[in-house]
C-alpha cells in the first residue's frame, strides 16, 4: 500500500529533550516536506527537500533540523525542544513539488 | 507574499443540499491549487489538483473550479452525505525561478447533518 508513516504518533516529552519524529514513504517520491498545524495558524512549513541531500527551509524551521540521506526518509529532529513546539506535526511527500501532495498520518507532540 | 483565504470559517447543512466551498488567494501567479479532506485528529487526504492551465476538476460528487485571474477556486459538494462531515482546505502552489511554496488556507468546517 503506498502510504506515508509517521513514528511516532503520540509523544510527550521535557523541554530540552532530545527528539527525532521519522517519517518514510514507499512511493519513490522526490520531495518531501514537515509541516505544523496549530489552532488558528493553519499549516505552516519547516523544512522541504526537493531530492535526496537537497533541504531547505520553509516558513517556520527556528528550532528544527531535518537531513535527507535517502530517498524515502525525511527525519524532523527537535535538538532542544521547548512548550512553543507543541503541536501536531505532519510529513508530506511526492513525486515532484508540482505534483499531488501525500501526507502521513500525524505525530501530536507536547513539551512540557 | 500569498494569502489564502477560505469562507465560511464553519458550514453546516442537511444530508442531500449541494454545497460550495469557497477559496481564494491573493497571488494570481499559481502553479497549481489543490483541495484536501482532513478529519479530526487525522492527515490530510488530497482530494482535487487543479493545474493552473485548467478551469476545473471533478471527482465522483466533487467539482473543483479554478478562476486564476480573479484569485478563487471553488469545490461543488453535490448530493453531500454525513460521511463527508470533514474540514477541507486548499493549497495554492506559487513557483518563483527553482523555488516553488505551498500555501494553505486555514479550512471550512463542514457538519453535514442526518
Known amino acids: 500500500e503506498a502510504q506515508v508513516t509517521q513514528n511516532p504518533r503520540y509523544l510527550i516529552t521535557v523541554t530540552g529533550k532530545k527528539l527525532t519524529v521519522t517519517c518514510s514513504q514507499n512511493?519513490?517520491?522526490?520531495?518531501m516536506s514537515w509541516y505544523r498545524q496549530d489552532p488558528g495558524l493553519g499549516l505552516r512549513q519547516i523544512y522541504y527537500s526537493m531530492n535526496v541531500e537537497v533541504t531547505d527551509k520553509g516558513d517556520v524551521p527556528e528550532g528544527y533540523k531535518v537531513s535527507r540521506k535517502e530517498k524515502r526518509n525525511f527525519p524532523l529532529i527537535l535538538e532542544s525542544p521547548s512548550p512553543n513546539q507543541t503541536s501536531l506535526y505532519f510529513c508530506a511527500s511526492s513525486f515532484k513539488v508540482t505534483y499531488e501532495q501525500y501526507f502521513g498520518p500525524g505525530t501530536r507532540l507536547t513539551v512540557t | 507574499k500569498q494569502e489564502v483565504t477560505q469562507i465560511p470559517a464553519a458550514l453546516s447543512v442537511p444530508e442531500g443540499e449541494n454545497l460550495v466551498l469557497n477559496c481564494s488567494f491573493t497571488d494570481s501567479a499559481i502553479y497549481n491549487l489543490q483541495w484536501f479532506r482532513q478529519d479530526p485528529g487525522k492527515g490530510l487526504t488530497s482530494l482535487l489538483l487543479i493545474q493552473s492551465s485548467q478551469r476545473e476538476q471533478t471527482s465522483g460528487r466533487l467539482n473543483a473550479s479554478l478562476d486564476k485571474s480573479s484569485g478563487r477556486s471553488t469545490l461543488y459538494i453535490a448530493a453531500s452525505q454525513p460521511g463527508d462531515s470533514a474540514t477541507y482546505l486548499c493549497?495554492?502552489?506559487?513557483?518563483?525561478?527553482?523555488?516553488?511554496?505551498?500555501?494553505f488556507g486555514k479550512g471550512t468546517l463542514l457538519t453535514v447533518n442526518p
Open positions: 512511493m519513490n517520491h522526490e520531495y
Open positions: 493549497a495554492v502552489l506559487n513557483s518563483g525561478g527553482s523555488n516553488y511554496k505551498l500555501t
